[in-house]
């Protein structure tokens, strides 16, 4: 682990309008590192979720500032977060979302072709080396809605690594999995963070899934206690 | 790369709900055929009520007018402020008909868009049979050229149209006139103008035509037969009848006849306006009916493309979060409508020129209609394609956009 920052929040805010003006997130500020293996938990409504949210860019409703690698995000376009997204963030959530239609190996490859950077072919080869990674590699070219619950969240994951992104986001990412595959889930994590200097944001509610991990960020009432 | 990716994934939705698809591309088809079927059939409708009305009517049609407003002459002479007292005012002369046809002829035949001219001495006669007399018109004719306009030789039903060429006193009555003056072929008929002069013809054909101011009321006879009767030159006609290539162009064609000639040159839809607003108002029904057809096409299409986003909503979400963004969305949903309108567009142009060919053959004997009329004309199916492009793909764009606009945090969460 390195010192470099990866992500940074700063002074951030947010308030829901609905039913009623409420503050779910009250001045917020915290930095990530490079390649650190971030838990973010809390209980239900403590605002973990939203921050996550933020962070991620998909939701641009709030004040203060947030900066991934170096990056300032707040204030853009959303299809130049779109951009972002595509490039240096990877998603991975409670329920899969892969495209039934498509088989694992193209599932993984969507990101890739959308950035556009490689050629099909070599897209093709990383996807399938990520899938590899994951011990998915027999289950490649089986279309994403055979595959077993467990199978389609590590394709999910192999999808959100596709890209190489610098940060991966996941909400509740071992939600749905039995203790052996949030094992496999989490070693991963891990082997990324060390061996790829990836960093990982991860919201959970399991407590032993967040013991393992470098940091835990523990939120109450939109603030973080530690 | 990513546009490739797009098309994909419009691929993989549309081959997933077969059945959806297909009702959508059936719409389309239905809209376009119904379009193509209804517009050629119109048009069918026009053309034959056209050809009909042509079987008497010239494109173009020059007389001698009406001399004008003759009912105040002293004041154009003496002005309005003069007490003038006239009894019993008369015209006393005023030339009918046109003297010396030829030079008008000769001074229009080379206008490049005529295809035919003739001549006609139209008289107002009684035609006498014994007891029986009926009012109507003896139309003096060139017997060749009058067949050649309005291919009236084909109404012919029993003796002969050319046979007039031989006989001075022979004339062809139509049907209607012939049976209401108990007349048949071979028998004598007596004419009487509206000076009295009378004169013996015989009936050396009858034709039918179905309209009924020929039928019922009219007499063809040699053109030297009329102005013998009514004591007029050579070279005198009441008319001159010409044809053009495109009757739609007739008054177009009018408008550069008329500095040549002295005489009134008429366009058959200045005379017959019934015909052309005839013509435009089925031509109105037609596009009105089809578009609303095709406008239905579009609610389907809407309707399941709609559909298909709420269905797709939450793999929608992920392809944003994933940082696909609102064009490629948007391009997602478009390029399946497209391509339905395009499958539904072929299809429908194929179908809808079976239904025509299949209509086309219905029997439907009146006139001179055997079966249903029926026109191919490619510019409709080219406009029905390009419509139903335009409808599938205002219908896809509206729940393209709403897909679009899809808020990513709101589906994953939930």
């Known amino acids: ?226 | 790369m990513s546009r490739v990716t797009n098309l994909k994934i419009s691929r993989a939705h549309l081959t997933s709900r077969v059945k959806q698809t297909m009702v959508a591309i059936l719409s389309v088809t239905f809209g376009i055929s119904m379009y193509i079927f209804m517009n050629g059939f119109m048009t069918g409708v026009n053309d034959t009520q056209t050809e009909l009305a042509f079987s008497t009517l010239a494109h173009l049609h020059i007389y001698n007018d009406l001399p004008e407003d003759n009912t105040n002459l002293l004041q154009k002479k003496y002005g309005e402020d003069k007490l003038v007292n006239l009894r019993n005012a008369k015209v006393i002369q005023y030339t009918e008909g046109i003297k010396n046809s030829a030079k008008i002829i000769a001074a229009i035949e080379d206008h490049p868009a005529i295809t035919g001219i003739t001549p006609q001495v139209n008289v107002n006669v009684f035609f006498r049979n014994g007891a029986t007399k009926l009012n109507g018109v003896l139309s003096g004719i060139d017997v060749k050229q009058e067949s050649f306009l309005f291919g009236t030789e084909k109404y012919i039903t029993e003796g002969s149209w050319s046979s007039m060429e031989d006989r001075g006193d022979g004339v062809v009555l139509g049907a209607g006139l012939a049976e209401k003056l108990s007349l048949t072929l071979d028998d004598n008929v007596t004419v009487i103008t509206a000076d009295g002069v009378s004169r013996n013809f015989k009936v050396i054909g009858i034709i039918k035509t179905t309209i009924g101011g020929v039928d019922n009321a009219k007499g063809y006879v040699r053109i030297s037969s009329a102005r013998q009767l009514i004591s007029k030159n050579q070279g005198y006609v009441t008319d001159i009848q010409i044809n053009i290539k495109n009757f739609n162009e007739a008054t177009k064609v009018a408008t550069q006849l008329a500095p040549k000639v002295s005489y009134k040159v008429e366009s058959w839809n200045e005379s017959n306006g019934q015909l052309q607003a005839g013509n435009d108002l089925r031509n109105i029904i037609a596009v009105a009916v089809s578009l609303t057809i095709l406008l239905v096409a579009g609610f389907g299409i809407f309707n399941i493309m709609n559909m298909t986003v709420n269905e797709k909503i939450k793999e929608i979400a992920i392809l944003k979060a994933m940082g696909f963004d609102g064009t490629d969305i948007i391009q997602i949903f478009l390029v399946q409508s497209v391509i339905i309108g395009v499958i539904g567009g072929i299809v429908g142009i194929t179908f809808g020129y079976l239904v025509s060919v299949l209509v086309s053959y219905i029997p439907f004997r009146v006139a001179t209609l055997d079966t249903l009329p029926m026109v191919y004309d490619p510019q409709d199916y080219i406009l029905a394609f390009i419509f139903g492009l335009i409808t599938t793909f205002v219908a896809g764009y509206l729940p393209a956009k709403k897909a679009s606009q899809v808020d990513p945090v709101e589906i994953i969460r939930g």
């Open chain 1, 1 to 226: 682990m390195n010192e470099e920052i990866a992500l940074s929040a700063r002074a951030i805010c947010k308030y829901f309008h609905e039913p009623e003006t409420f503050q779910v997130l009250k001045d917020i500020s915290f930095d990530v590192k490079k390649g650190e293996f971030l838990s973010m938990i809390g209980k239900s409504g403590s605002g973990k979720s939203t921050l996550l949210y933020l962070l991620s860019t998909m939701d641009t409703d709030y004040t203060g500032e947030i900066t991934i690698n170096g990056e300032c995000l707040t204030g853009r376009t959303q299809n130049q977060l779109a951009a972002f997204r595509n490039a240096h963030i990877g998603f991975v959530f409670q329920f899969h979302y892969l495209l039934p239609e498509f088989t694992a190996l193209d599932n993984v490859m969507l990101p890739a072709l959308k950035l556009g950077r490689k050629s099909e072919e070599e897209i093709r080869e990383d996807a399938y080396s990520n899938l590899k990674l994951l011990g998915l590699e027999a289950q490649a070219m089986k279309q994403s809605n055979k595959l077993s619950g467990g199978q389609q969240q590590r394709v999910a994951i192999a999808r959100a690594l596709i890209n190489q992104p610098a940060v991966i986001m996941g909400d509740e990412p071992t939600g749905n999995l039995d203790s052996k595959n949030t094992d496999i889930v989490f070693d991963i994590f891990r082997q990324l963070a060390a061996e790829r200097g990836q960093t990982i944001i991860a919201v959970t509610h399991d407590d032993e899934f967040a013991q393992k991990s470098d940091r835990i960020l523990e939120m109450a009432d939109g603030r973080i206690l530690n």
